[in-house]
């Protein structure tokens, strides 16, 4: 297996790849897939996309969108309840999937590693990953990599959580102040985001919230 940097070469392959394993999910709704602008947007220099190759084969993608006008959007969602978000980047972690009989396997893991590590001198970005407020398993793979839920918002009938990490430092928690909540109680989000809490771990339907240092 290798990872490799993907460019527009591999347009007609990530479409096809996405397309097929998108049909092989358990909940499709939790995938917001890519149009295909998008895909040849980051693929042309307007963001980072990466594979792991096995034998030639896609195996798995990620991707890091550095477009501009949707990094202006999600700031100002994010700066709704965390208004701490100026001087830098937000760009968007997205696209991730992996092929099915290659999951749970930590492809997702290593496409993470080498992403960072291709943005780790841009210390003037924020990463921001959107992601389904029921989607346990995108939650706490962000979570574990210390991505904190900050904002949270309903748009076309889904429920989304906004989840950051800084490339130039972490947001550091108080693991004295936590709250547990349902994952859609919007009253608790908006009074606890508000009072500068952030969501940190999720099980059985609950966010763990802890109080911002």
């Given at each position: 297996m290798?990872?490799?940097?993907?460019?527009l070469d591999y347009f007609e392959d990530i479409r096809a790849f996405?397309?097929?394993?998108?049909?092989?999910?358990e909940r499709k709704e939790f995938f917001y897939p890519y149009q295909d602008d998008d895909i040849k947007n980051i693929l042309g220099g307007g963001g980072i996309m990466a594979a792991v190759l096995d034998n030639q084969k896609i195996i798995g993608i990620s991707a890091i969108d550095f477009d501009k006008k949707y990094g202006q959007i999600l700031k100002k969602i994010i700066n709704t309840y965390y208004p701490h978000v100026f001087n830098h980047k937000v760009c968007e972690y997205s696209g991730v999937m992996t092929r099915k009989g290659y999951r749970?396997?930590?492809i997702a893991g290593k496409l993470y590693d080498?992403?960072?590590?291709?943005?780790k001198d841009k210390k003037d970005i924020c990463l921001c990953a959107v992601v389904q407020l029921e989607n346990q398993a995108s939650l706490n793979f962000f979570f574990?990599?210390?991505f904190r839920l900050v904002s949270?918002?309903?748009?076309?009938?889904?429920?989304?959580?906004?989840l950051i990490k800084f490339i130039?430092?972490?947001?550091?928690?108080?693991?004295?102040?936590?709250?547990?909540?349902h994952c859609l109680d919007y009253a608790q989000y908006e009074k606890l985001l508000s009072e500068g809490y952030a969501g940190v771990e999720f099980f059985d339907n609950k966010i763990k919230l802890c109080k911002i240092k």
């Open positions: 290798e990872i490799k940097k993907l460019n996405y397309r097929q394993q998108i049909e092989y999910l749970n396997q930590g080498y992403l960072i590590t291709s943005v574990r990599r210390n949270v918002k309903r748009s076309f009938d889904i429920d989304f959580g906004y130039d430092r972490d947001i550091l928690i108080d693991q004295s102040y936590q709250k547990i909540i």
